[in-house]
């Protein structure tokens, strides 16, 4: 899977948390949404850094191998 990226996150304006991140505001991942067929996606500790893009089919597919426990124990 290949992604592009941008250099400054904050140009997005729509981040969003995972549910599964709790209310500590540790590390999370951010998502952005409002981006057609590319989902922009961030660290929570570095708003204003890189974020990476990916393509709708591709998140799903990460997503989809995450519920298969693919990656690991969450």
Do not use: H
């Not at 948390?17 to 999370?28: D, F, L, M, P, Q």
């Not at 974020?51 to 693919?70: C, K, N, P």
Request: proline share 5%; aromatic share 8%; net charge negative.
């Amino acid at each position: 899977m290949t992604s592009q990226s941008i250099t400054d996150a904050s140009v997005l304006t729509a981040w969003r948390k995972s549910s599964y991140s709790g209310s500590e505001n540790a590390a999370c991942v951010e998502v952005a949404d409002g981006v057609p067929g590319i989902v922009p996606v961030r660290d929570s500790k570095n708003p204003t850094g890189p974020a990476l893009l990916f393509t709708v089919d591709a998140w799903a597919a990460f997503l989809a191998g995450l519920a298969r426990g693919e990656f690991g124990a969450r």
